[in-house]
């Protein structure tokens, strides 16, 4: 199956710094990403649609100058946390949608650890 | 809008006895129905998905699911567990549209002990 890679997997930071997870499709073009949030013990809760080119769409409650999006290339896809606080403390899981095999394939995730 | 609902937040058996896992979803428009393992600190791995066709699928490892349209159920199945399999088990759905996100259930821990 295809293949996406997060980086980094694991990052802990000061709060009031911004950190930035790069998501990438290794094996295919993907028009269209999707970032996830999950808490402990919790389902992954949609943060915002990315596609290629444009400016991401964001669920309800989710705040876009927190939350950094951008889909430069069709392989890469970036989120920025920008001026974290603990609460934003979480796994962070991107997904890239490959459009021939109707599937989203998911990045192994990234541990946000904000001190 | 779509909403997925995973009956059992936890469930323990042991080991080779059969297990399932219930999930049942709510759309007003067809949608497609996937079922996603994730082992700790790990990212989701797909475990089956129904797109069209025969409603009953089967993964590599042992796992089947059958869609039921008129239940509205898409129950996760496996014969004979294994220690192997201790991980959360997330349904998901998404419209049949391109680019929609997945819609995740909460999850069901499944713990296989001998």
């Known amino acids: 199956g295809a293949v996406v890679s997060q980086h980094p997997s694991r990052v802990i930071c000061k709060s009031g710094t911004s950190v930035k997870i790069e998501c990438r499709s290794l094996?295919?073009?993907?028009?269209?990403m999707f970032w996830y949030r999950q808490f402990p013990k919790q389902s992954l809760m949609l943060m915002a649609t990315?596609?290629?080119?444009?400016?991401?769409?964001?669920e309800q409650g989710v705040e876009k100058d927190k939350f950094l999006i951008n889909h430069a290339s069709l392989t890469l896809s970036t989120l920025t946390v920008t001026s974290a606080h603990p609460e934003d403390s979480s796994f962070y899981i991107c997904s890239a949608r490959d459009p021939a095999l109707r599937e989203q394939f998911f990045g192994p995730g990234t541990r946000l650890t904000v001190l | 809008a779509q909403s997925v609902t995973q009956l059992d937040s936890q469930v323990p058996v042991f080991e080779e006895a059969p297990v399932e896992l219930r999930c049942n979803y709510s759309s007003s428009v067809s949608v497609y129905l996937f079922w996603y393992v994730q082992y700790p600190n790990q990212g989701l791995q797909l475990l089956l998905k129904?797109?069209?066709?025969?409603?009953l699928v089967k993964s590599i490892n042992g796992f089947e699911a059958e869609f039921n349209k008129s239940q509205t159920s898409f129950h996760l199945r496996k014969p004979s567990v294994h220690i192997s399999d201790t991980a959360e088990y997330f349904c998901a759905v998404s419209v049949i549209q391109a680019g929609t996100a997945l819609i995740f259930g909460k999850g069901t821990t499944l713990s296989v002990s001998s």
């Open positions: 990315s596609n290629e080119g444009s400016k991401a769409t964001y």
């Open positions: 129904y797109l069209s066709g025969s409603t």
């Open positions: 094996d295919f073009q993907a028009t269209t």
